[in-house]
C-alpha cells in the first residue's frame, strides 16, 4: 500500500526521527525509503526474562489514515505461540494497538502515541518475566514457572527458525548476534535443566559441569533440552560462534542429569571411537 497523503509522510518521517534519537540499544529498526509505510523491527529479549537473549521480530504497517488509527503489526511466530498477546498466526494482542481491551491512554491517541511507545510496549509489557499473567483471570501462582519452562523451550526453536531462515535484510544481523550470545544460551540450557536455577535468572557465569539443584523441573522440559540442545549447538556452529568447553549434546547420568564429569566424558569418548 502506496502512502499518498501528505500529513501521513510527515507523521511518519517524525516516528522515523523519534526512532533514531530514542530507540534502546536491544531494539532495532530497519525503514524502506521506497516504501514508507512498512517497517520492521527486531527486539533482544531482556534479561531475567525467559526470552532472554532472543530475537523476536515484527512488521508494521501504517495505515493510509495514520495517525488516526494505529499501525497494523504483525509477530513472525513460525507457528509457535510462546506469549499470551502473540498468537502463532502472527496476530498481536495489545491496547495500545486497539487490539485489546483498555482505557484512556492505554489505547491507541492520534495526538501522543508513537510507534517507538509500541515496541518499548512489545518488549516491556508482553516479553516480559512472567507472561502468564498477560492474559487477565485467575490463575494458580505456581503455574507461571511451568508456563516460563514452556516459553523458554519455544524461544529456543524460535532461535534455530530464524538461523535456518532469517529475517530479510537481517541476515548478518541475526548471525552475529547469535554468535555473540551463543555460549550464553547453550549454558543457560544446561542450568535450566539441571533445576540450578529459575528459568530467566541465568546470568552466564554458572559452570556448565555443575550439578547443585535448586529447582524442581519436569520431565516434560528436561527432554525439551535434551532434544535442543544439540540442534542449537549445531547451528550456533555453523555461523562460527565460539563453543569452547561446551558438549555438543546433553546425556543423562545416573541422576538424570546432563553428563559432564570423568563418566560423561569417557563415554562420550567411547561412543566416537566406536562409531
Known amino acids: 500500500m502506496m502512502i499518498n497523503n501528505r500529513n501521513t509522510m510527515k507523521r511518519i518521517m517524525k516516528e522515523w526521527e523519534i526512532l533514531e534519537k530514542n530507540l534502546p540499544p536491544s531494539i532495532f529498526v530497519r525503514v524502506y525509503e521506497g516504501r514508507i509505510d512498512l517497517l520492521r523491527a527486531a527486539i533482544i529479549g531482556a534479561s531475567k526474562t525467559p526470552y532472554h537473549n532472543g530475537l523476536f521480530f515484527f512488521d508494521l ?160 522440559f528436561k527432554d525439551s533440552m535434551n532434544e535442543l540442545y544439540p540442534e542449537l549447538y549445531k547451528a550456533f556452529n555453523r555461523i562460527g560462534a565460539s563453543l569452547k568447553n561446551l558438549p555438543e549434546k546433553l546425556e543423562d547420568d545416573g541422576d538424570g542429569k546432563p553428563a559432564n564429569g570423568i563418566i560423561g566424558k569417557l563415554k562420550r569418548f567411547w561412543e566416537a571411537m566406536t562409531a
Open 61 to 220: 504497517q501504517f495505515p493510509s489514515d495514520y495517525p488516526n488509527n494505529p499501525p497494523k503489526v504483525y509477530y513472525r511466530s513460525f507457528g509457535l505461540r510462546l506469549n499470551p498477546n502473540l498468537y502463532n498466526s502472527g496476530y498481536v494482542c495489545l491496547s495500545l494497538l486497539n487490539t485489546w481491551g483498555g482505557k484512556g491512554t492505554e489505547r491507541w491517541c492520534p495526538d501522543e502515541s508513537t510507534i517507538l511507545q509500541v515496541l518499548l510496549s512489545l518488549q516491556g509489557l508482553v516479553l516480559n518475566e512472567k507472561p502468564y499473567y498477560n492474559e487477565p483471570g485467575i490463575k494458580p501462582a505456581w503455574s507461571w514457572e511451568s508456563y516460563n519452562a514452556d516459553v523458554f523451550a519455544l524461544s529456543c526453536k524460535t532461535m534455530l527458525y530464524l538461523m535456518k531462515k532469517p529475517a530479510r535484510n537481517f541476515e548478518c544481523f541475526i548471525a552475529a548476534h547469535f554468535r555473540d550470545h551463543a555460549s550464553v544460551i547453550l549454558k543457560a540450557c544446561v542450568a535450566y535443566r539441571n533445576g540450578r536455577v529459575r528459568i530467566g535468572l541465568f546470568d552466564g557465569d554458572a559452570p556448565v559441569g555443575s550439578k547443585k539443584k535448586k529447582v524442581n523441573v519436569s520431565k516434560k
